[in-house]
């Protein structure tokens, strides 16, 4: 057989002579992963003891590690599986979660290159020695016919297409694949599956609510996708801190060593501050990548705090950083406030977040204003901002950013990288605060009383 062969090949010869009407993309895909769940859950897990194997494509589909392990199986998948663009992530069952992505680690099978001739529907085909079926969605888009076969001439036609298919790609998995078909020995058909497979399925379609589709595992995938940007975005962060935190060391060492004039002592001192501030900004970031990726529980570090004392302590060193940049600062604090519930370590490194956010892009001779009021049984902080008054049109440069990820915020034309409204809102939340923001009013935080402070 010299035409190169192809998963769309074998699903069209499988198409060939189908009586089934059409059904739109997702009723194909919904009637694909109920299958799926009925041919695990009812059919395969009381015939995997006795071994098999499997071909699949684009994703192996079968997403429970006893099936994998005991099953030996040929998929194949687009470039960088498993993590690969969640595009065609669809493909996997509804209840396909966080927790069965490390079953696709079990190397009990051979991971191919899908060649994009193959097409993105899905296919698979398993075999033991007391049941057999093929699974696959052919036709064209808004016109899918779902197929299910487990009669021995379609079985030995795709069988053949396989070893073909295999030979034509890699010889070596293609005798691999040849002597695990003939080691399963004579295959019995599973007369059970042919007479109850179509009613439970239907039973299942039936019983699932209206709003259930595709889609819920599509979502389901793009929050993996989520975590996994978080987590490495964490350790980015973690790789940025640590020669930042270095040379703060090697400068403070110096300064304490040498003799120097003011002048070179102001530069190593403007250095020093500069990597603060970047170890500040990406601590906040791997904070919140933590809380995006679940890797911190929200809300369970929380204690008394005095918010007062806090700007007490950061006043001198915001004022500092502010006066670099020509932004003058206003503090109003009432003499006695109630304590509040947060984390008093990483709120500080918060409110250093709000207000590098929140005065970038601001230009020379603004002023921020930082007040504290008690709200009922909340306290207020609010971030404003007075511009200079041939500024009044100008807006924060940050808010014509976009968000990249869940985590972060990127502005390409003034290189300003920020955590996104989203992961601040988010991070807020964890330290027990509720954040609002408007132009007009600027950025307001509600924070909750301890229920022993009294005013």
């Not at 998929?75 to 396909?96: A, C, I, R, T």
């Not at 500069?274 to 809300?299: H, M, T, W, Y």
């Not at 206003?330 to 406030?337: A, G, M, S, V």
Request: hydrophobic share 35%.
């Amino acid at each position: 057989m010299n035409s190169q062969i192809t998963i769309k090949t074998i699903q069209d010869m499988l198409f060939q002579g189908s009586q089934t009407k059409f059904v739109d993309d997702d009723t194909a895909r919904r009637m694909w992963w109920a299958s799926l769940e009925v041919v695990q859950k009812e059919f395969l897990s009381k015939n995997y003891h006795e071994g098999g194997i499997w071909v699949a494509s684009p994703l192996p589909v079968l997403n429970e590690k006893k099936f994998l392990s005991n099953l030996y199986g040929w998929l194949w998948s687009p470039e960088g599986f498993p993590y690969f663009k969640k595009d065609n992530f669809g493909f996997l069952p509804v209840d396909q979660s966080k927790k069965n992505r490390g079953d696709f680690e079990v190397k009990n099978y051979k991971v191919l290159d899908l060649n994009p001739k193959d097409g993105y529907e899905p296919f698979l085909m398993i075999l033991t020695p007391n049941f057999q079926c093929i699974l696959t969605i052919a036709g064209e888009k808004d016109k899918k016919n779902f197929l299910m076969r487990c009669d021995e001439e379609n079985l030995k036609k795709v069988i053949e297409l396989i070893h073909a298919k295999l030979y034509q790609e890699n010889y070596d998995e293609g005798v691999n694949f040849r002597n695990a078909v003939k080691n399963l020995g004579d295959l019995k058909i599973n007369n059970q599956f042919i007479n109850n497979f179509w009613p439970i399925l239907s039973a299942k379609l039936a019983k699932l609510p209206p709003n259930q589709n595709i889609y819920n595992s599509i979502n389901n995938n793009e929050r993996d996708a989520q975590i996994i940007e978080a987590k490495l975005l964490k350790a980015i962060s973690h790789e940025v801190r640590t020669p930042l935190a270095t040379i703060r060391t090697l400068i403070s060492s110096t300064l304490k060593k040498y003799n120097m004039n003011d002048s070179m002592r102001n530069r190593l001192l403007e250095i020093d501050n500069e990597c603060k501030e970047q170890i500040d900004r990406f601590g906040l970031i791997f904070n919140a990548s933590e809380l995006v990726s679940n890797e911190i529980s929200p809300l369970n570090q929380l204690a008394k705090i005095n918010l007062a004392e806090i700007f007490s302590k950061l006043t001198p060193l915001w004022t500092k950083q502010l006066n670099r940049r020509g932004i003058s600062l206003k503090i109003d604090i009432p003499t006695q406030l109630p304590e509040i519930m947060s984390d008093s370590e990483k709120l500080e490194l918060m409110l250093r977040g709000l207000i590098d956010k929140n005065t970038r892009g601001l230009k020379e001779g603004s002023t921020l204003i930082l007040e504290l009021r008690p709200a009922g049984q909340k306290l207020k902080l609010q971030l404003k901002v007075e511009k200079l008054e041939n500024s009044k049109k100008e807006v924060s440069k940050d808010e014509n950013g976009s968000d990249i990820g869940p985590v972060l915020n990127w502005n390409p034309q003034t290189g300003n990288l920020q955590l996104s409204q989203i992961a601040t809102q988010k991070l807020l939340a964890s330290l027990g605060g509720y954040v609002t923001q408007r132009r007009d009013t600027g950025l307001t935080v509600f924070f909750p009383i301890s229920e022993s402070s009294e005013i």
